[in-house]
């Protein structure tokens, strides 16, 4: 590494660490975790994901849709207390490395294309609801515990207080907000938090001090205190059989979760620079990050857009300038563990339902409940189901709809009946009329396990007419055959032959014809009634098949006129050719 790098890596990482600081002891709290959590899995994470990446696309850390998770997974195992929730972690996060290592060794990073946006926004916003719902007490002064209540409870038990709203620890709230606001734009978030905090600390300081020159024993607000040091007692993961199958589901869901993110940043920061990512590689560090912070006390490791972004606009050259932030976070949590100590709870709280209600991105909820009525279905079947629900169970739930509907979309193929005219020209067959004995059927579109009833419903129809002695299916436009249609077309090659009638399948391509082949389909059609399809004559396994087909149902000659359209079933152009074949 030449100066030059040097300078620029070290200034990327001091950059990326200013945000980092506060943001990871926030989201420590999101989640229900001793900020000294988060502070661990930020330094953890930042030190370790790049040496296994080689890249200086991805910024690793806690982030604000893991923290989410995390707490929902708490909340779901009964963990209520800081201490429960610090046994669980390890093991959680560990099995949550395991599935990310799997995932890059099985190249599946490329899965999360298939969660959709509007799952990610609905889990986000509902997730927001259940953050404010924790933090809210915390900002307000509220006294109790009230971790496991709804925000609805929250606002009742707000509203209950009266006047006890007047408390040092909302004007220390509102002190935060305000700063953070106002520095938030000429100096971006991350200092805008460090700033805040710092101004709230300070006046708290000067406001207990004054407290006790006028007698005052007893503390005026509520502070991080020994929570910033809680987790040193390190837990270790528990391999017990009914701990790994509890948070199985939870550690899925969090995985899949860290691909999405992970990916979709890395993707971001590779358009922005023109440096190449290898997701499945940026993936495999996740996994070795996550595993590091399970044996470390820290929280679940992500790739964070925030940091990913500021990374890059720093000038970051190389992966060392995630290195030097992990070191320089990591420093600084064991050099200033003291000052943590002293920052209030509420300006913590304030900070996370501020940035939560800005990660919530209203602009993409609006968007997506004014697109169309699918949209809306998932997204509310997800945001929901959030409220409800594990979020971990909405994940799942939220993208098995959205599949529900692509899959229904897909799943009919269109089929096209066509039969004999009186001089032996290929027509297409009006629906209702019954065929002179010989019936073709166009197969085109999708024929995966999600349209094998609409397939099978058109072969009933076709099959069912009494007249019918050779039914003929082109396959040339029809793809994604799975073992459901093969079962389907073995079933109707059967029930023909019980009682003296054919199948033809014609136009096979290579990719399908290794199917049918594979599964035995050759011999209960009959080798001489699969015919494949030919580049090179694009009519002559359509005329075989006829010829077949006449002689298995004991017609005469005929000339067959076979005329190629772009697009079966419609009136072919005037451009389009014909052959004529003795049948």
Avoid at 331 to 356: D, H, N, R
Wanted: proline share 5%; hydrophobic share 50%.
């Amino acid at each position: 590494m030449d100066g030059p790098t040097f300078k620029a890596d070290i200034i990327a990482g001091l950059n990326v660490a200013l945000l980092a600081f506060p943001m990871s002891m926030a989201f420590a709290m999101k989640a229900g975790l001793p900020v000294w959590c988060g502070l661990v899995g930020c330094g953890v994470a930042a030190f370790v994901a790049p040496i296994f990446t080689g890249s200086a696309n991805l910024s690793a850390g806690p982030t604000n849709a893991s923290a989410a998770l995390l707490l929902g997974t708490f909340a779901a195992l009964g963990a209520l207390s800081p201490d429960q929730r610090v046994a669980i972690l390890p093991t959680l996060i560990l099995m949550t490395g395991i599935f990310l290592l799997l995932a890059s060794w099985l190249r599946l990073s490329g899965f999360a294309d298939f969660v959709p946006r509007t799952v990610i926004s609905a889990y986000i916003a509902a997730a927001a609801l259940r953050v404010i719902a924790l933090q809210l007490p915390f900002a307000i002064g509220m006294n109790g515990d009230h971790a496991g209540e709804s925000l609805p409870e929250v606002l009742w038990q707000m509203f209950k207080m009266g006047k006890m709203l007047i408390n040092p620890e909302i004007g220390l709230a509102i002190i935060t907000g305000v700063t953070y606001y106002l520095l938030r734009k000429p100096y971006g978030t991350g200092k805008a938090i460090l700033g805040s905090v710092a101004v709230a600390t300070f006046g708290a300081m000067l406001a207990q001090n004054v407290a006790l020159s006028q007698g005052s024993s007893h503390s005026l607000v509520n502070y991080v205190g020994e929570a910033a040091r809680s987790s040193t007692a390190l837990h270790l993961p528990d391999f017990s059989l009914h701990t790994l199958s509890t948070l199985f589901s939870p550690a899925l869901a969090l995985a899949v979760l860290i691909v999405i993110e992970g990916t979709a940043n890395a993707r971001a920061s590779a358009l922005k620079t023109g440096r190449p990512s290898d997701l499945h590689q940026e993936v495999f560090g996740l996994g070795m990050a996550n595993l590091t912070c399970a044996f470390s006390g820290g929280m679940a490791a992500s790739g964070s857009i925030s940091r990913s972004a500021l990374n890059v606009s720093s000038g970051a050259r190389t992966a060392y300038a995630s290195l030097f932030c992990g070191i320089f976070i990591l420093a600084a949590a064991y050099l200033v563990s003291g000052w943590v100590a002293i920052v209030p709870l509420s300006t913590l709280a304030i900070l996370v339902i501020l940035v939560e209600i800005e990660l919530a991105n209203l602009s993409a909820i609006k968007l997506i409940l004014k697109s169309g009525t699918q949209d809306r279905i998932v997204f509310l079947a997800t945001f929901t189901t959030a409220l409800l629900a594990p979020l971990d169970v909405a994940i799942f739930f939220g993208t098995a709809v959205a599949i529900a509907f692509y899959l229904r979309q897909t799943s009919e193929p269109e089929v096209v009946e066509y039969d004999f005219s009186e001089t032996g020209e290929i027509r297409e067959r009006p629906k209702g009329q019954a065929t002179t004995g010989i019936s073709i059927l166009h197969v085109e579109g999708s024929l995966h396990f999600g349209a094998t009833q609409a397939f099978h419903e058109h072969l009933r129809r076709a099959s069912s007419d009494p007249n019918l002695k050779v039914l003929v299916l082109k396959f040339r436009e029809a793809y994604h055959l799975d073992a459901n249609g093969v079962l389907l077309l073995r079933d109707l090659a059967e029930t023909l032959k019980s009682s003296d009638r054919h199948l033809i399948l014609c136009e096979v391509k290579a990719d399908t014809m290794k199917i049918f082949v594979n599964a035995g389909l050759d011999k209960a059609v009959g080798v001489e009634n699969l015919i494949p399809w030919s580049e090179a004559n694009p009519t002559a396994a359509l005329a075989q098949a006829v010829r077949r087909a006449r002689q298995l149902a004991g017609g005469s000659d005929a000339v067959l006129r076979i005329v190629t359209a772009p697009h079966p079933g419609l009136p072919p152009p005037a451009s389009a050719s014909s052959t004529d074949w003795q049948i």
